[in-house]
């Protein structure tokens, strides 16, 4: 029989859950993944409508190499698939202008001179800032914990404070960018990375304009047969490892005894365990399943980050001027994002994505047709009430995407679907239904997200999109490598 050296408890199957399965169970420990849903993954699924397939939630793939590095991690030799973009996107302005985000960087910088007028000496410099950012800052404040000193006392670091000028900290993502470019239409393109994390760009600091260095510079990908493979392949890996899944188990609270975790309690009884991880998000896990003497008040009450509604239409027309992303631009800027933060209302010209995975994945509609997923960002939903807005928002979005693809949509809509900031705090626990659980608009956001354990409870652990180093796929990957290497030092 297999000696395992401690038995984990997994609370939730999100992408981090996942990956964390694969990582402790590799070390040779024996996990249990409880998940209240019926599926997993979380936030990272799919459904069928008709005979169109749709991701449920994330759309845009970075960073490929987290998930080959979880391949290795498992000793597994089944590749993940999947493509390398050469176009990023799509940009439609309301007065006509387009524009295609080309991979190739010359490409791309030539297709913002003759479309916005800019030099291309500041695309490059722009894209170059990104760089830099990431190079000085993303060991420092995605890959490690910032709640140890081990962390702050490498040269890494020191070179990272030496260059904190190059930063900009100072400057906000806008302030940056209006400064560089002379369009507002490029501002607005390189503003628009805020939401990748669900920001505001006109609060968020300068140095979110790293996020546009991982589609950029790195390169945009896509997995051979959608996003959802993603939460299928890291699955898959975990099973082979020997993880057990508990589906349809809602954990109730974690037990302690002498401020230790020491097991969980679910409808079915207590399941102890020597450790428990957590990928729930941390206002709920806070609220919800430990004892209130626990409660962190000033982590938990910072600014949640954005939420979306998202529309999954079956649509019977191709659009041969779509990609697989497309971005149909509000005509106000700073409005826009004042509407959401500030009056925490959805916005009435919202900057509207559309996700086409059949450009790339024929197999997602019938041959002629298309599976767009048509998202636009919205507050998160403080109230945690159903949301009324839904029909209205669908109006707006409808005539937005007909004045720009001077189209008709509503007569090629064959099957639809709809996502809200309610729906998604009850499918998922997500605080309001918020994407990235906190917002970045604060300098200081990447100190103070909920650090990887608990400084309270030993034995409990935390990743996912809510805790550092933050949300989206990416993050949520490096949250898990964290958390594993955290448990492998105390051992
Ligand atoms: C519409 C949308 C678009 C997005 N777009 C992108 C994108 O393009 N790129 C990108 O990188 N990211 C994107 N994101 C963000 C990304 O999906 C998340 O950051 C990431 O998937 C979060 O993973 P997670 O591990 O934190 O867990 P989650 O996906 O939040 O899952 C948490 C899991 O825990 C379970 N759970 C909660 N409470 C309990 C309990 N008490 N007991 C048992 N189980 C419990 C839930 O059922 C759920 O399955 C998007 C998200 C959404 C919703």
Redesign the pocket.
Known sequence: MQEFQKHIII?????????AAVRLSAAGHKVTV????K???????AQTLGNYRFD???????LPGLIEDLTKVSGSDKKFEYLALDKICHYFYEDGTTLIAYTDKNKFAQEVETKLGENQQDVFDQLKYSATAYELTAEIFMESSLHKLSTFLNLKTVKAILNIGKLKMNKTMHQLNSARFKNPKTVQLFNRFAT?NGSDPYQAPAIINIIAHLEHNIGAFAPKHG?HDITNYIYDLSIKLGVTYKLN????HINTINDTAVGII?DSGEIKADIVVS???IK??YT??LDKKYYPEKILSQEKSL??L?FYWGIKKEFKELSLHNILFSNTGETEFKCMFTDKQPYNDPTTYI?ITSKVTSGDAPKGCENWFV?VNVPHNASGDPINYVQEMRKHIIAKINRVLKTDIERYIEVEDV?DPYN?EQ????SG?S???NSSNNKYAAFLRHANNSSKIKNLYF????VHPG??????LL??KIVSEMIAQKE
Do not use: H, W
């Open positions: 609370i939730g199957s999100g992408v981090a859950g996942l990956a409880l998940e209240a849903n599926y997993v993954g979380g936030k990272l699924t449920m939630g994330p759309s845009v793939f970075t990748y996003m188990t809602k954990v109730k679910t990928d729930v998000d709920q896990l919800k399943l939420s979306a998202i996700n998202m996502l998604i499918r998922t626990g997500s239904g994407l990235y659980g990743c996912g999109g809510s949300g989206g796929i990416p993050l949520g949250s898990a």
